[in-house]
């Protein structure tokens, strides 16, 4: 009935593909000798992955690296604990240190106030923004290290992000007005966060049209925030993974297909710099695992 060669649609040439890898990426990290470097992205497309993978390898090249992250999720955290040299691991409880947070401000700020304005300062904490805050003062706190070690931050999804962007470009526009006219020298978190020499954002996505969209659209938002990513990293990748291990199933190597596309116009039209990483058969959980995401088979 049909003339169509099927076979031929469902099983696409070999894969030819020369991308660069995680190691890659990381080898330029590492150059600079110390830095923050923030994860964003997505939830689901592997930024905490892929911290502690970037966390690992700079470790692994015997540079002093801390790793943290404020995902509630943090099997990976446990997973690395103490197991590499070189290699310190935080969590930050966001439910813990909000609660701290509520308490300081209460105390100094609600000193002053009669029972209403009292009142009208617990309400202000109860919103969503108050975490935010709270949760960036814990992690200015290691972003203070980085001007001497490395610091991998794993954030929350996309929408945390761009909250906690705001709380941090709110922060930094006080601290300018208090400093107006006196004449200091001064840092905000913000600015250390759009200094290039001190920060690198990776962007997480995955070689799919929707997250690869999701994905400029968020480099979109920093960069009105003044933050230019550095890199993008595009995770899961099956036609990575096809180049060391031959993929057999017409879905799969569809797929692999199916991303080269996208992997092209992250590299062409989205990204100054990208890296490829494979869909491991395991889930990528320990070193050795963490490891294995820093070579793509391209390389
Ligand atoms: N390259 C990969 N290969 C296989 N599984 C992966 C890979 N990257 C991440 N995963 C798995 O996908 C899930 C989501 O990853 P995770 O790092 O928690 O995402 P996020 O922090 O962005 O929400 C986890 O179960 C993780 O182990
Ligand atoms: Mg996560």
Known sequence: MTTVPRKAALTPEVIQLDAPSLSQLVDEIAADGHGLVMLMGKGGVGKTTLAAAVAVQLAHRGLSVHLTTSDPAAHLVETLHGTLEHLTVSRIDPHEVTERYRAQVLESKGATLDAQGRALLEEDLRSPCTEE??????FSRVIREAGKKFVVMDTAPTGHTLLLLDATGAYHRDIARQMEGANLHFTTPMMQLQDPTQTKVLLVTLAETTPVLEAANLQADLRRAGIEPWAWIINNSVAAASLTAPVTSPLLRQRA??????????ATRHARRYALVPLLQDEPVGVDRLLQLAANGAT
């Open 133 to 138: 805050i709270a949760v960036f003062q814990a």
């Open 257 to 266: 297909h199916n991303e080269l596309r996208e992997i092209e116009s992250v």
